[in-house]
């Protein structure tokens, strides 16, 4: 099973023979090393007994790596059909445990795979990372059942996700992932290990929902429209963004800014003010 996926051509010649080539449109930065992508499938946790779907494969290399890593069932969702020559041999070896769905994945339910739970894989493309990350987190808070997200941004958005109240990369990422996730950064990825080979560093996050903090959070959306609304002035103190409120009943003065605030303080600020 997992010997036919092995011996299929690298990546890179099978790219060749299909004469496909990374699309500026679809923000697509492909990675070969295996070395990486090893380290990234072995990283989901239980990946041996849970169905992975990982979203814009490209030509693959990534898709090889979780399946060399055992997992049982594999949906990949990709955009470009271009990339069907590739990914068709990938799922011919893969003895039936890889899907391809052709499709956006910001418009794609993951639930209509029929799937009672499982983990996200994904080298995410540059241009649609942070807006997929937020859908994800708003469908966990409503109670889709992802056990783990290990994903690939950019560095710089990596450390937004992970960031903590006082920290100058802490926003809103950071707040709506912190009150229902727990969040770390893996590990860090070069530049040099994509082609075509961007200009900013990235790294992997690996998210992990918390079913006691999802308990606490009745409304992830009212708590995103806060975030945005007092992170778009973050130099502002809040009481000049938003008038009329008594302060000390929430412990504040007024006089503080956005990235003072706990994410717990957010959350009740959303419930008591929306």
Not at 54 to 78: C, H, K, N, Q, S
Not at 194 to 200: K, N, S
Not at 263 to 274: G, M, Q
């Amino acid at each position: 099973m997992i010997d036919s996926v092995s011996l299929l051509p690298p990546v890179s010649a099978m790219m060749c023979e299909s004469g496909l080539e990374p699309k500026k449109q679809f923000g697509q930065n492909f990675l070969f090393d295996l070395n990486l992508t090893g380290r990234i499938a072995r990283s989901v946790p239980d990946i041996t007994s849970v169905p992975v779907v990982e979203v814009g494969p490209g030509p693959g290399g990534l898709t090889r790596a979780i399946l060399l890593a055992g997992a049982p069932r594999l949906v990949a969702v990709e955009k470009d059909k271009t990339t069907a020559p590739i990914l068709s041999q990938i799922v011919d070896a893969s003895n039936g445990r890889l899907s391809v769905v052709y499709g956006d994945a910001l418009h794609t339910n993951f639930s209509d795979f029929g799937f009672s739970e499982y983990a996200i894989c994904a080298n995410l493309p540059y241009n649609v990372g942070t807006e997929l990350l937020i859908g994800w987190l708003q469908k966990i808070a409503g109670g889709e059942p992802i056990k783990s997200l290990t994903l690939m941004f950019q560095r710089e958005v990596a450390q937004r996700i992970t960031a903590h109240p006082g920290d100058e990369h802490y926003g809103r990422l950071a707040v709506l992932t912190s009150l229902i996730c727990d969040s770390k950064i893996l590990f860090d990825v070069p530049n040099t290990a994509f082609v075509p080979r961007p200009r900013v560093q990235s790294a992997v996050v690996q998210i992990i929902p918390n079913p006691e903090k999802i308990k606490r959070i009745k409304n992830l959306d009212k708590i995103e429209k806060i975030t945005a609304k007092l992170f778009g002035q973050r130099r502002k103190m809040i009481r000049g963004i938003i008038s009329d409120v008594d302060w000390s009943a929430y412990g504040l003065t007024g006089t503080e800014r956005a990235e003072n605030l706990t994410p717990e303080t957010f959350a009740l600020l959303a419930n008591n003010l929306l």
